[in-house]
Structure formats: structure tokens, C-alpha cells
């Protein structure tokens, strides 16, 4: 069974001090800890445990933005955070204090994570039974999840505390009273200290009892995604909502003024990863096994069918070719059914079991419509897509039988679109490939995927969820959920994140096209230069010809790509665009009818609530503020 260092269940019993747990625990105790090799792995597998679990369904913040909702009172925290429900004296999903969200399984604050690596990186060269090798590896992943912890408290909170050691228990109250960096000082932290640990990491882990192990292609890649973040509009130069947030000596915690060259710095990052991931064999993911038996004839004449097995396993396929840092979980263990896919998996109709298919996960229709055409084009750009009666009934042709059930009825919204809208959403009248089968779904009320009687298990919008859903697991037991490797990071960011930094530092270029074109070609659809120049289909023809036209293309492109991966809620809020989203009714269909007429009739089944500039910081609890005076709370809480 492969396993990521990680997923070991060895946790550490290092005590939690105040303030931000960054004084050292009992020195005797650390001295036996780093004895011999043995003990100090301990040491390395609790840096690694601090690493939030984002394949939590109820800690994800997968649920914290547009794509998904559920019908649940008991909502997931991340529901409950863009439900506007956030407060500073009990934060919601908070990487600085730490949270324990309805099972066993806690996420302490990141500082104490930390804290784990500085004590490591301090004692690790008195281990006797290792080589200087080992020991300077050891350190530099360490060196490498402190600046990821450090990065993903910034994207949080903005300004926080740079903790590059530990203090020293003779420190006075004064001293452990730490104050918030800047944002510019953090990031340049990170990115730095990033730097110092590439050169002490191993090209690429590859052996199975390793996987998810930081190497150069993992550390390099997440540097691509840093430097991207730090050349966004939120955090470059942001006078427009930060202006008067100082520091006690009047420092701007947020740079005053845009910096160009933070994108070509960007640009860079991007392309030296992709160099690295290419070197050491990551490549784009296309399926390569047998399809389903049901599908096989038409699998082998349908580029179409391949494209939609292609995207509905780049990211369920363990440890494939594309993945560069994945986040495992045990097979088997007692969470299994806390992965976010539980949550999503449909009924089997043959089983009379339903212990895992909760089915209560569902994307929104805002996610339906944020798919292309089947010509590569938004719905409201293709002019050959009846756009403005998307929401009308139209039965299925009999060349429309590979998106949906040849003779019924379903929404034109559901018929014509690119192969990721079928490989990512199941919808009344469609397909879904699971347990073996090609099922056909029937979603009204009533029927096997529709709401049962007054069953409070159910599809809110009338969308199933196919992406993350591995296709083999089964519901009729927690021990049949097959786990994969939550995607950390996988290559098709880096191409998409040297696209979006190349414009915007030298406009478009064949290059940026050519970017876009490979995680395009994936998806069966036409080129940017394709799509874009015909102007029987394009709507503004030759977007992709200026800065600003091509920007809303590539960020289209990665709303795509990565939906559902937990990439929307920060991508939308670096933008500066989240009460662009987030700020608007939940709509999907009335799930509660049993006729085509009734079922496709719109309604409103949640809100969303985005408190702009307020939101796009989490707060500091009040209690942190109440121990550190030195301390200053975001501005709005």
C-alpha cells in the first residue's frame, strides 16, 4: 500500500505554550528526542501532521465558496463561513488558534506546526546514527513546511509574525509578545527560505513508502504559487482596501504601490518548475486503463468519451503522472467517510446499503454554467449556444447520447458543453460512471437519485458531484471508499500559473496561448486562437488578443480546471473578485417536483454572504488578542 510520510499515525505529545507556541518544550525532553535516528523521524513525521487536511469535508474549504452546498442545518465550517456566520471570538476554520470540527480529528494552530520545524531544524545535526546527507534532507523539509505554514497563515490573515526559531525558555513575556511582519516582509520569508531548502532536498521522491515527501519539483512548484500570490492585485500594492491598516509605528502592513516586476519574478517561478516537474517525469494524466465494458465499443472511436475519462480521473487516480505533492489519509482507518467524496457519493440503485453515500453534496448551478460549449467558449460567448433559454426543457438527440439519456428531457443548459462539465457533474437525465457501471441518473423526487419522501439526504440542487468522487468507491460501506491522494498540486497549475503571469507582465504571447492550448487539449476542445478568431461562434471575437481579454480567459480557464479542488475561495479573493461571487442566492432546480416541468423550475436554496473588505481576512480571536497586546486585529472584526 503506498503511503505519503505523513499519513503515519505518530503524533507528538509537545506541549502548547501561549502566546504562538513558539517557545521550545523541556530540553531533556528534546535531547532524547533527537538521540537516534528512530526517535527524531518522530520529530519529522510532526511537522508533517500539522498539514490541514483538505479533503475534510467538514474542515474543507472546498465548502467555503459558490461551487458547493448541502441541505443541512449542521452545515460544513466552510459552508458556515460564506454563510457570513465568521466571528472573532470563535473563528471558524482558524489556522492561528487551531479548531476541532466535529470529530476527533483537530487541526492545531499552524504556529504550533512551526514551532515542530524549528525544533527539528535545531536539534537534527546531534542525531548520531545519520549521515550529514540525511540530516541536512530532514532539515530542509522541515525548512520548506515552515514557509508553507507561513504561507498559508498569510493568505489568511495577511500580516503575521515571521517565526524563524524558536525562543528560548529564559524569554521574557516581552519577547515571546511577537508582532505581525508585513505582508511584503512574509512573503519574501517564504519565498526565501524556499530557496535555502531546494538546495538541500532530493530531486524527486519516488520510492512508494515515501510518496508526498518534499522534494525540489514539490518545493519548486509551490514557490510558482507563492510568487503568484505575492504579484496578485490583493496583496500587491493594495491602497484600495488597505490603506489606513498600520502597524503601531504607522507602518503599512500592505505595500502602497503596484510592482510589475512581481509578475515576471512569477513568470520565472513558473517556468523552473515546470523545467523541474518535466525533468523528473511529471506529465499530463490521460486515462490509460480498460473502460468500463458498457462504454469499450465507443471508448475506442470517441475522442469525446476518452476526453471525460481523462478529466473525471486526473484527480481520483493515486499518485499518477501529474500529480506533484499529493495529501493521503490510511485506507481504511476510522475517518474514511469524513472525505469530502462521502459526502458527494451517489446511491448504488442496486444496494440496499447506503452506510457512505450520504448524496448530500452538491455543486451549484452558478458551476453548471461556468463550463464551456462544446466549442471551448463560455455559454454566453458562443453564440451557437441558446443562451438565453438555457433553462428551457430539450430532449436528447441521437448525437447527444455520450451527455445524456437519447429520448428524455433535460435543460438545454445540460446538452453541448465541453467534456469537464460530464466528467465533473452528474445532472437529471445524464450518465455516471460508478461501481462498475454506466448508470443512467433519475433526479427528480422520487426517483433513485432524487430526494426519497421527506429524506433529508439529498441533492439540494438537483447536481451530483462526479470530479472528486473516485468512480470505484461504493456506498454501501465506509471499508468500499476508495481514498486517493488529495491533490496538493498538480501540473496543470503550472501551466496555467505561468499563462496568468506571463500576461501580465508582457500581454500575449504564442507562449501564454500555447500554456492554455495543453490544459485545453485535455479537455477535447479547440485551441484559444480557435475559439476565440471564428466569428460564426465567438461572441467578442479576438479576445485573447489583448491583455485584459486574455486575463478573463485564463482565469476562466482555471475555474475549470481546478473546480472543486479547493483553489476557487483563495483564487477568487487574490483577484480582488469575491464579493463578485460570493455575495449572491444559491440557485439549483426544485428538487422537490416529480415532473420535467416542475423539476427545471429555478428556486433559491441557500445564501452566500461576503463582507467586503471585512471578509477577504480571517480574524485573529479575540483571546490571542486579549494574551498578546502587541497584536493588532484585522480591519472590520
Not at 460570493?582 to 452566500?608: A, C, H, I, M, Q
Not at 471585512?614 to 483571546?623: K, Q, V
Request: with cysteine.
Amino acid at each position: 500500500m503506498k503511503k505519503a510520510l505523513y499519513i503515519l499515525i505518530i503524533l507528538s505529545t509537545l506541549s502548547c505554550n501561549d502566546y504562538l507556541d513558539i517557545v521550545p518544550d523541556k530540553t531533556q525532553e528534546l535531547s532524547l528526542l533527537f538521540e537516534r535516528k528512530n526517535a527524531a523521524y518522530t520529530a519529522l513525521v510532526t511537522c508533517y501532521s500539522h498539514i490541514p487536511e483538505n479533503d475534510h469535508l467538514y474542515e474543507t474549504f472546498v465548502m467555503a465558496t459558490d461551487e458547493l452546498t448541502t441541505p443541512f442545518a449542521k452545515e460544513p465550517a466552510g459552508t458556515d463561513l460564506m454563510k457570513g456566520e465568521q466571528q472573532a471570538d470563535n473563528p471558524i476554520l482558524s489556522f492561528w488558534s487551531g479548531y476541532n470540527q466535529y470529530d476527533s480529528n483537530s487541526q492545531n494552530s499552524l504556529f504550533e506546526g512551526i514551532r515542530s520545524c524549528n525544533t527539528l531544524i535545531d536539534n537534527v545535526d546531534n542525531v548520531l546514527d545519520m549521515s550529514l546527507t540525511e540530516k541536512l534532507a530532514w532539515k530542509s523539509e522541515a525548512m520548506f513546511l515552515k514557509a508553507y505554514f507561513h504561507y498559508l497563515l498569510l493568505i489568511k490573515y495577511g500580516p503575521v509574525p515571521i517565526i524563524d526559531t524558536n525562543l528560548p525558555i529564559s524569554a521574557s513575556v516581552e519577547e515571546v509578545k511577537v508582532k505581525r511582519a508585513t505582508v511584503d516582509e512574509v512573503f519574501n520569508y517564504i519565498i526565501n527560505t524556499i530557496d535555502t531548502a531546494i538546495a538541500g532536498l532530493p530531486p524527486r521522491v519516488i520510492n512508494d513508502n515515501n510518496l508526498g515527501r518534499i522534494d525540489q519539483v514539490i518545493a519548486k512548484s509551490m514557490k510558482s504559487r507563492i510568487s503568484l500570490f505575492f504579484a496578485s492585485p490583493f496583496f500587491n500594492g493594495n491602497s484600495e482596501l488597505y490603506s489606513s491598516f498600520v502597524n503601531a509605528d504607522g507602518t503599512h502592513f500592505f505595500n502602497q504601490s503596484y510592482d510589475q516586476s512581481r509578475w515576471e519574478l512569477a513568470a520565472n517561478a513558473a517556468k523552473a518548475a515546470l523545467d523541474a516537474a518535466v525533468e523528473n517525469g511529471i506529465e499530463f494524466y490521460y486515462f490509460n486503463d480498460e473502460p468500463l465494458e458498457s462504454d469499450k465499443r465507443t471508448y475506442q472511436n470517441s475522442d469525446f468519451l476518452k476526453s471525460i475519462y481523462n478529466n473525471r480521473y486526473v484527480v481520483t487516480d493515486r499518485w499518477n503522472d501529474e500529480l506533484i505533492w499529493g495529501h493521503s489519509r490510511p485506507v481504511g482507518s476510522n475517518d474514511d467517510w469524513w472525505q469530502i467524496q462521502a459526502g458527494a457519493l451517489l446511491k448504488d440503485p442496486n444496494s440496499s446499503r447506503v452506510e457512505a453515500a450520504w448524496q448530500w453534496v452538491s455543486p451549484t448551478l452558478r458551476m453548471a454554467e461556468i463550463y464551456y460549449t462544446n466549442n471551448g467558449l463560455p455559454i454566453n460567448e458562443d453564440i451557437s449556444f441558446d443562451y438565453d433559454n438555457r433553462y428551457n426543457l430539450s430532449y436528447v438527440s441521437s448525437s447527444q447520447t455520450l451527455q445524456a439519456q437519447y429520448g428524455q428531457q433535460t435543460a438545454k443548459l445540460n446538452l453541448n458543453r465541453e467534456s469537464r462539465f460530464y466528467a465533473h457533474l452528474g445532472f437529471d437525465r445524464g450518465h455516471y460512471r460508478g461501481w462498475g457501471y454506466k448508470w443512467d441518473l433519475k433526479m427528480r423526487k422520487g426517483e433513485i437519485h432524487g430526494r426519497l419522501a421527506n429524506s433529508n439526504d439529498y441533492l439540494t440542487t438537483g447536481y451530483a458531484l462526479k470530479k472528486i468522487v473516485h468512480p470505484d468507491s461504493e456506498g454501501d460501506g465506509y471499508d468500499k471508499i476508495v481514498q486517493y491522494s488529495w491533490p496538493m498540486i498538480r501540473l496543470a497549475e503550472l501551466y496555467l500559473n505561468f499563462a496568468e503571469a506571463a500576461n501580465e507582465f508582457n500581454g500575449p504571447t504564442q507562449e501564454v496561448y500555447n500554456m492554455l492550448n495543453t490544459v485545453r487539449e485535455r479537455a477535447g476542445i479547440k485551441t484559444v486562437e480557435e475559439a476565440w478568431s471564428d466569428g460564426s461562434i465567438a461572441a467578442t471575437v479576438n479576445k485573447h488578443t489583448t491583455q485584459d481579454g486574455l486575463r478573463d480567459i485564463i482565469r476562466h480557464e482555471r475555474l475549470i480546471e481546478f473546480a472543486f479542488e479547493g483553489h476557487r475561495y483563495n483564487d477568487l479573493r487574490r483577484w480582488k473578485m469575491a464579493e463578485n461571487y460570493l455575495n449572491s442566492p444559491v440557485k439549483g432546480w426544485s428538487v422537490d417536483e416529480t415532473t420535467e416541468d416542475g423539476f427545471y423550475t429555478l428556486r433559491d436554496v441557500g445564501n452566500r454572504s461576503f463582507n467586503s473588505p471585512r471578509d477577504y481576512l480571517h480574524p485573529i480571536s479575540i483571546n490571542e488578542l486579549t494574551i498578546n497586546t502587541n497584536l493588532i486585529q484585522n480591519p472590520g472584526w
